[in-house]
């Protein structure tokens, strides 16, 4: 595999360019090609074989246009697809579960923990089972907060109805007194000042896009896999429906202008 080849990286929608914004200021000698399923968005209520499909058919696209390596993006599809993928596909894949709770971990004091996410992540309980292989006494207090995508998607970042949804939704984590909390979704991190208004100052947030990144880093590392060719990094974005929504609120996600989205159709 030459490693001038482009990174793949795909999520349900938009949410996961979070994680391209980290991957380029990170690693900005690497290509990346991102495909967003914004056809198929949300995953987070849809079945783990529906997701696991899904999952499977924009791998085996990003296989065809010759990707070194893969991050799964998004939560939900790293909940319920990626150890399949691993076993299924012949590059190094990276999760953002386990580097969201490596970051978490390493920042907790008190070990209360909260995780949350989609409905599909919460119960699948990815989260839990990462935080505890790494802190086996952690207390983790998970809550499925359903509206809070849709909310940024629509651009309710700090509007009434989102403080008064994010306030019932974390009740929970303000009960647990939880001193770190993971958003365990590509959405959450736009919504960081309303949700730390709502569990106070004291809470580390944890957005795994960071994390993420350098994890890439050190896996092209230990591959061998890195481009060390400066001013060489190629950008392509790919949707599976409605690019127009994609150059307007993508930008959002990515922190700069997106010039071209292809669209593509899956399944
Ligand atoms: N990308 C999804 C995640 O991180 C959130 C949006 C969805 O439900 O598809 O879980």
Not at 123 to 150: G, H, M, N
Not at 160 to 169: C, G, K, L, M, S
Request: hydrophobic share 40%; aromatic share 6%.
């Amino acid at each position: 595999m030459s490693s001038s080849a482009p990174i793949g990286v795909f999520d349900s929608g938009l949410g996961g360019l979070t994680v391209v914004r980290e991957m380029i200021s990170q690693l900005p000698n690497e290509s990346i090609i991102y495909f967003g399923d914004t056809a198929r968005v949300p995953y987070g209520p849809k079945s783990p074989d529906t997701v696991l499909r899904y999952s499977r058919e924009i791998t085996s696209f990003l296989k065809g246009e010759g990707v070194k390596a893969l991050v799964v993006a998004c939560n939900t599809a790293t909940a319920h697809a990626l150890p399949a993928l691993r076993e299924e596909f012949d590059f190094p894949i990276i999760g953002v579960i386990e580097p969201g709770a490596r970051a978490a971990v390493a920042v907790t004091k008190t070990k209360r923990v909260g995780v949350i996410g989609t409905a599909g992540t919460i119960k699948s309980r990815a989260y839990e089972t990462e935080i505890r292989k790494l802190l086996p006494d952690a207390q983790v207090t998970a809550q499925a907060c359903a509206l809070f995508a849709p909310l940024v998607e629509e651009g309710w970042l700090d509007s009434e109805v989102t403080r008064a949804i994010a306030r019932n939704y974390l009740a929970p984590m303000v009960s647990a007194e939880v001193d770190t909390l993971v958003l365990g979704c590509t959405h959450y991190p736009l919504m960081k000042t309303v949700i730390g208004n709502v569990v106070g100052r004291d809470v580390r947030l944890i957005d795994s896009a960071h994390e993420t990144a350098r994890q890439v880093a050190e896996m092209l590392r230990a591959n061998g896999l890195e481009n060390a060719t400066p001013n060489d990094a190629r950008y392509r974005f790919v949707s599976s429906d409605a690019p127009d929504t994609f150059l307007a609120l993508g930008q959002t996600f990515l922190g700069s202008p997106i010039d071209r989205v292809e669209t593509l159709t899956l399944g």
